[in-house]
């Protein structure tokens, strides 16, 4: 591999473990009311009353389960076994199963919906816990979580998932992840987040069942999801997969890629593997058109209007550097490598504050920071950027 890529992982370990980790663990752990406060402003300032989001909670026990099983530090291990903790003992819906989608600052059930996309993650976390510690109890609730959603959200006769139900898995009117997605039934965005935990799980559960599941969400990406002319990702469908939203998210598109890639090598069957890689090469050079030189990857494109929103968003710029670095991991193409570290570099110089750790929500189309949006809170969780500095530290040997 590339000299310069070596040398890279030192400053990858670095900002992970002197800047993000220690962010988490010094300013978002409730010492008063149990696992994690739920929300730090983007003027750093910490909300107490906040509620705690399940996304959050999990997001933060598969980032220090897989930081415990890559560097193997003790407090790593103690937040993310406190993370496991809280979600069992109250994320964990004992009466109907599933995972409450909110709690209040004390833990007692707020929004009590069944968000497949949580539940998806609380997989990830339990997963990974399990992974780096050999824990039964986080592989079993994790296989609960799993029956759950095959049980209850999987679409037997159209295939896919349905995006959300209510706390008795029953149909709800409104089914959106948030404000801002669209209220279809079924979206790339959940179906990416069920894709990359039952990759994970598969590591460590070899189930009939899971493995049949897996195959056929790399097939939905290749046959239903995928824009097979522009090898950009359609976002929403209704139940006959049918779309109406021209929109383009790069940062979704080179996320997807990447994941896709791992979940069919983590399958080992040859003959998926290599249907697939054309496409995850596709996707990425497709997801590059969201690159500014210089700079880093835009959020996304209204194709309809031709309004395009050109912040810098930070989970887009992390997502980027693993995406293009895979390319080049695989391909061996020396321009994915620049795109890599050229979008890293932006990172040091625009999105990681120096001053209070973790890095920016955004930097927005003039080149300010975006102190609007959290620093920490519902969406902003330490998983994309902890991932982007492990897989980069896992992949240079």
């Not at 300032?45 to 906040?50: G, I, N, R, Y």
């Not at 560097?71 to 994320?91: E, G, M, P, S, V």
């Not at 990416?192 to 049949?212: G, S």
């Amino acid at each position: 591999m590339n000299k310069i890529a070596f040398t890279i992982k030192e400053e990858f370990q670095k900002e992970l473990t002197g800047n993000i980790l220690p962010y988490w663990m010094n300013q978002m752990t409730d010492e008063d009311h149990g696992g994690f406060y739920g929300r730090i402003t983007g003027n750093e300032v910490l909300m107490p009353e906040a509620e705690k989001g399940a996304v959050l909670n999990a997001r933060i026990l598969w980032t220090f389960s897989a930081a415990y099983r890559l560097l193997q530090h003790d407090n790593y291990l103690a937040t993310a076994t406190r993370a496991k903790r809280y979600l069992i003992d109250h994320f964990y819906d004992c009466n109907y199963g599933g995972i409450y989608w909110s709690l209040d600052k004390d833990g007692k059930p707020l929004d009590t919906k069944k968000q497949i996309y949580a539940i998806g993650f609380a997989i990830y976390g339990l997963s990974e816990y399990h992974r780096a510690t050999g824990d039964s109890e986080a592989l079993d609730y994790a296989t609960r979580l799993f029956h759950d959603i095959e049980e209850h959200s999987f679409d037997k006769n159209k295939n896919g998932y349905c995006e959300a139900l209510t706390r008795e898995w029953k149909e709800i009117a409104d089914m959106r992840l948030s404000e801002k997605d669209a209220n279809e039934r079924k979206t790339m965005n959940t179906h990416l987040h069920i894709l990359e935990p039952y990759t994970n799980l598969y590591r460590v559960w070899k189930d009939e069942h899971l493995e049949q599941q897996l195959r056929n969400l790399i097939n939905l990406f290749t046959d239903k999801i995928l824009n097979k002319d522009t090898f950009h990702l359609q976002l929403f469908f209704n139940d006959d997969w049918q779309s109406k939203y021209p929109i383009v998210s790069y940062g979704h598109d080179i996320e997807a890629s990447w994941l896709l890639h791992e979940a069919a090598l983590v399958t080992g069957d040859q003959s998926l593997i290599a249907k697939t890689e054309p496409i995850v090469y596709k996707i990425a050079e497709a997801a590059a058109e969201g690159l500014l030189p210089g700079q880093g990857m835009i959020y996304e494109k209204h194709l309809d209007t031709n309004h395009t929103d050109t912040d810098f968003h930070w989970w887009v710029q992390a997502e980027a550097v693993v995406g293009f670095f895979n390319i080049y991991q695989h391909w061996n193409h020396e321009d994915a490598l620049h795109k890599a570290l050229s979008t890293w570099t932006f990172i040091k110089e625009k999105l990681i504050d120096y001053n209070h750790g973790e890095w920016f929500w955004s930097i927005q189309a003039d080149g300010t920071i975006n102190r609007k949006e959290d620093k920490a809170g519902f969406w902003k969780c330490p998983y994309h950027n902890s991932r982007m500095c492990m897989e980069i530290i896992e992949r240079v040997k």
